[in-house]
């Protein structure tokens, strides 16, 4: 008879409005199994939206098969290569207009992880499909605390229009729990925070966030509990849960410096919700790392990030661009536009880099978070300039896959056939998805 674990699975440190889901540990499991259960973790999701397309003839290899040379806006990922293939020949047909006139970013956003062809409206009568991240949250949702998690870093855009006939809705956010159900979208990090570690079963909202404001760290509320559980863990487990605690702290004084900031600045003449850090880079870094505390203590098995909304106009001054997004991707031809473009495509680029280096930095039983967290990352649109739906750019990393490949496709073969794979890949036993005509099955050899 195998030896009884000394922890629950679904071990919590607890303080007043507070609560701390800790990762899995050798202690939770009985030591007869605990080698096959830390080799063999469940999978997870993580999609990487990057707003307004990508310069194509930049990011597509020249070369099919392993081994090919890495183009300029795939330069910054070079260090993740042998863990990520780049699949091209994708197309989303239900993007397109199909009758309905302009307003491709909205169609294009709305049908990234849906397939689906959005209903063209400006009223609350808006109508989609059901994403890819949410039908995979609907089988496993109800084993973690959150079916899934929704991040991103620009606030959602006023309600109306936002592209031509189309509701602001299909710009703000990839995920759809049903075809008139979109999901919104968490921005700020002490909001994010805030669901992960408080505790809704001691106080309500604004007693518990009143208490935690009194407190230095989140982590005082749970000292107590876990210097009490500490002694019974082993060597391991002992640094596995403080890694993991030292993490979370560093998290919560980062979200506390920007709420800091947020509070020197004067935003009366600027919409910038209160606790949003100054800078781009930290704000996303910020939000990945709390996406990645979620998904290592398996609060949740599925997210989607978007790095901005589609039709986003973010300047970048930062990289010496301080034009707007969304105007520079219609750049026209002009090679002054392009090379602007190409800054913040590398830019955005980067970030995708930093979400798989925490990935891999984190453990995860034997092995690290990447070798059981499936990431895609992309962009609604091909080449902006041309408002193309099909030829979109696609990245797969992670979950065990074989990396330093380029899979191509042929010509216009459906998005929704990339799903319908990840959807496999995540366990999920469905047919068909969208308009997708069967899998890839070249991304599981």
Not at 74 to 85: C, D, G, S, W
Not at 178 to 186: G, I, K, R, Y
Not at 367 to 392: F, I, K, Y
Request: hydrophobic share 35%; aromatic share 4%.
């Amino acid at each position: 008879m195998s030896k009884q674990p000394v922890l629950n699975r679904r071990t919590l440190l607890r303080g007043l409005g507070a609560t701390i889901t800790l990762p899995l540990m050798e202690s939770m499991i009985p030591s007869a199994l605990a080698t096959t259960v830390m080799d063999n973790r469940p999978k997870r999701l993580s999609v990487f939206y990057i707003p307004n397309g990508l310069r194509m003839p930049l990011f597509t290899p020249a070369e099919a098969g392993e081994n090919y040379a890495l183009t300029p806006i795939l330069e910054p990922i070079a260090r993740h290569k042998q863990t990520f293939t780049v699949i091209s020949g994708l197309a989303h047909y239900n993007a397109n207009a199909l009758g309905d006139g302009p307003g491709s970013h909205g169609r294009s956003c709305g049908a990234y992880l849906t397939g689906a062809h959005p209903k063209r409206t400006e009223g609350a009568d808006i109508f989609c499909g059901i994403s890819m991240d949410q039908v995979i949250a609907n089988h496993l949702g109800h084993h973690t605390q959150l079916a899934s998690l929704e991040l991103g870093i620009e606030p959602p855009s006023l309600l109306g229009s936002c592209d031509i006939g189309y509701s602001c809705t299909y710009t703000n956010t990839l995920s759809w729990r049903s075809p008139t159900s979109p999901l919104p979208v968490e921005v700020k990090p002490s909001d994010v925070f805030e669901r992960l570690f408080g505790d809704t079963t001691v106080l309500d909202e604004k007693s518990r966030k009143a208490q935690l404001a009194t407190k230095a760290s989140i982590l005082d509320f749970v000292l107590e509990d876990a210097s009490r559980l500490s002694p019974r863990l082993g060597m391991n487990d002992r640094r596995k849960m403080e890694e993991y605690l030292d993490s979370i702290r560093t998290v919560e004084l980062r979200i506390q410096k920007a709420s800091q900031q947020a509070h020197q600045v004067d935003t009366s003449h600027v919409q910038l919700p209160v606790g949003i850090p100054e800078s781009f880079e930290e704000h996303v870094r910020l939000m990945i790392d709390l996406q990645v505390l979620a998904l290592q203590s398996d609060m949740t098995r599925i997210s989607t990030f978007m790095l901005g909304r589609e039709l986003s106009n973010r300047a970048y001054a930062e990289i010496g661009v301080p034009d707007a997004h969304h105007s520079l991707s219609h750049h026209g031809g002009d090679e002054e536009k392009i090379a602007k473009l190409v800054k913040i495509n590398r830019l955005h680029m980067e970030q995708f880099g930093y979400l798989l280096d925490r990935l891999s930095a984190t453990a995860d039983g034997e092995r690290t978070l990447l070798d059981s967290t499936l990431v895609m990352g992309g962009a609604s649109l091909g080449e902006p300039n041309d408002h193309d739906n099909m030829n979109l750019p696609a990245i797969v990393a992670g979950a065990g896959l074989r990396g330093n490949r380029h899979i191509v496709e042929p010509k216009h073969t459906p998005m929704s056939n990339l799903m319908l794979s990840l959807m496999h890949e995540m366990g999920v036993p469905v047919d068909s998805f969208g308009d997708s005509t069967g899998v890839i099955n070249a991304l599981s050899a």
